[in-house]
T-cell receptor, first 122, second 108 residues
């Protein structure tokens, strides 16, 4: 358990309304991510953060913005929701694998996921 | 471009062994990950490979060949609870690039 919570867990909204999803972590991880998961597409990265106020775009960032004003919270905002943004949204954090153990050949950074938010835009 | 391929669906019977293949073409490579995802739940981490070879973790093993852009996840002594989607993901830079997942159905 990586101590990640997401809120809300379910939301139904109407086209054109703003929506903010929250990801909260309790273990001071530096990196946080937002993904969306859709049938036939798998998980796709929207935005990620590598520290307070430090964020960058992922593969499908259009229509989304993020903010990270403190280490524990990473917010995803849909400024004007559209039906194409109906999806399941997962937040993730990354830690060094094996609790920090260095594996021969280098480090791989394992990501752990929150429980998800199911968003429906009507 | 970035491309990760894995079969869409597989079926197997309880107690059997199943191998889920994953091939990848990515612009970078820092490691290959396997996740399990039960319907309606979040992905959970199963294993990762950085170097070529086999990593064993109980009933689950994962293999990597970087020169061939190929990995597989081996599940032994299948149980009904292993019915789930299995996601292959490559870390290229900071991002994880996911395949579309393989849905495994285990029957008795």
């Amino acid at each position: 358990d990586a101590g990640i919570t997401q809120s809300p867990r379910h939301k139904v909204t109407e086209t054109g309304t703003p929506v903010t999803l929250r990801c909260h972590q309790t273990e001071n991880h530096r990196y946080m991510y937002w993904y969306r998961q859709d049938p036939g597409h798998g998980l796709r990265l929207i935005h990620y953060s590598y520290g307070v106020k430090d964020t960058d775009k992922g593969e499908v960032s259009d229509g989304y913005s993020v903010s990270r004003s403190k280490t524990e919270d990473f917010l995803l905002t849909l400024e004007s929701a559209t039906s194409s943004q109906t999806s399941v949204y997962f937040c993730a954090i990354s830690v060094l694998s094996s609790g920090g153990e260095v594996k021969a050949g280098g480090l791989a950074d394992t990501q752990y996921f929150g429980p998800g938010t199911r968003l429906t835009v009507l | 471009g970035q491309n990760i391929d894995q079969p869409t669906e597989m079926t197997a019977t309880e107690g059997a062994i199943v191998q889920i293949n994953c091939t990848y073409q990515t612009s970078g490579f820092n490691g290959l990950f396997w996740y399990q995802q039960h319907a309606g739940e979040a992905p959970t981490f199963l294993s990762y490979n950085v170097l070529d070879g086999l990593e064993e973790k109980g009933r689950f093993s994962s293999f990597l060949s970087r020169s061939k852009g190929y990995s597989y996840l081996l599940l032994k002594e299948l149980q009904m609870k292993d019915s789930a989607s299995y996601l292959c993901a490559v870390q290229a830079g900071t991002a994880l690039i996911f395949g579309k997942g393989t849905t495994l159905s285990v029957s008795s």
